[in-house]
């Protein structure tokens, strides 16, 4: 009896599997549903920005994304646990700013993010925006500099935690301003945005969106840590427009188990570029205070590489720990 064209082709499939397994498994990709482990608080922008990506990949792909938050340790938790997952592309990781730091800050850990995780797709770039208390009698980054060189040690510059990206730009900014300010942690971002309204510190490298809320009760927004202007606040100048060179990111991207197929990779980075471009994405992270951040494969391991140097080499100089 001759075979079916059903069968034939069932039967060609499946000797093109067995010629090719790893082609056959980037076609089929991704065969159940996908998990996205964040390793940060419910309602972040570290959240947010997972959720944005997962749901594109839902809807593209016709197969639940599913974001769950591991928080603790700065993720590390969230890491390791992407590092132990099988090389399917069915266990990802929501790569953060924090990442890049952990070598530094956290020396005993059980996995090497640069040589145990994979790039897979820049997502979000959001700046930090220099705020100061308007009892602070300088509206321009040059006018503070020299302010806190006339008042060493005697301004406060709060953050969300040691490690934080508001405490490693301040250290940035003491480095190449050359000026003394003093790190007072807080825990989390609520609480310091909560001190300097109240007076109580009087500078803040403050996150979106959380220094929006600083420059509605009258915090003075004197300039956004990236190396281009924010679209949300285009009057405000960059840091990097005083100080040349001057740049922090608060970036996410997409990252999976190393000896995760190529082609299972190239398929999420051509699938997460193309949500990137979609308006209600970019509306949603503009919404935030941030833009998108497509970037190839090789070039989010570059970003990966470069900032994990670049922090350890402020971390080592500014001698910080965590406790």
Not at 78 to 99: I, K, M, Q, W, Y
Not at 169 to 196: C, N, Q, W, Y
Not at 209 to 234: C, H, Q, Y
Request: charged residues 20%; glycine residues 10%; proline residues 7%.
């Amino acid at each position: 009896m001759k075979p079916t064209r059903r069968v034939f082709l069932q039967l060609t499939a499946g000797a093109a599997a067995a010629a090719h397994p790893r082609l056959a498994s980037a076609l089929d990709y991704p065969i159940r549903p996908m998990r996205l482990i964040n390793g940060f608080a419910a309602g972040g922008a570290a959240d947010i920005s997972a959720r944005l990506v997962a749901q594109w990949l839902s809807e593209r792909f016709d197969r639940q994304c599913i974001v769950e938050d591991h928080t603790g340790a700065g993720g590390n938790i969230a890491t390791e646990e992407v590092v132990r997952a099988a090389p399917d592309g069915h266990t990802l990781l929501n790569c953060t700013f924090s990442n890049a730091l952990s070598a530094s800050l956290f020396p005993k850990l059980k996995f090497d993010f640069v040589r145990d995780i994979a790039p897979v797709a820049g997502s979000v770039r959001l700046p930090l925006i220099l705020l100061v208390h308007p009892s602070v009698a300088a509206k321009t980054v040059p006018e503070f500099i020299a302010f806190a060189k006339a008042n060493p040690g005697k301004i406060d510059f709060p953050s969300a935690g040691i490690g934080s990206s508001e405490h490693m730009a301040g250290e940035l900014f003491k480095m190449m301003a050359g000026v003394d300010l003093v790190h007072v942690p807080f825990r989390g971002g609520a609480p310091a945005i909560t001190a300097l309204i109240a007076g109580q510190v009087q500078a803040y490298f403050c996150a979106t969106p959380t220094s929006l809320s600083g420059i509605k009760a009258g915090m003075r927004a004197l300039a956004v840590t990236t190396a281009a202007r924010s679209e949300l606040l285009p009057d405000v100048p960059t840091i990097g427009e005083t100080l040349s060179g001057y740049e922090v990111s608060v970036w996410f991207g997409i990252g999976a188990p190393k000896r995760t197929p190529g082609e299972i990779i190239g398929k999420l980075n051509e699938v997460i570029n193309i949500g990137l471009a979609e308006p209600a994405f970019k509306k949603r992270v503009g919404d935030l205070g941030g833009a998108p951040m497509p970037t190839t494969v090789d070039a989010f391991g570059e970003l990966i590489a470069a900032e994990t140097e670049k922090w350890s080499n402020v971390v080592r100089a500014a001698k910080v720990k965590v406790e």
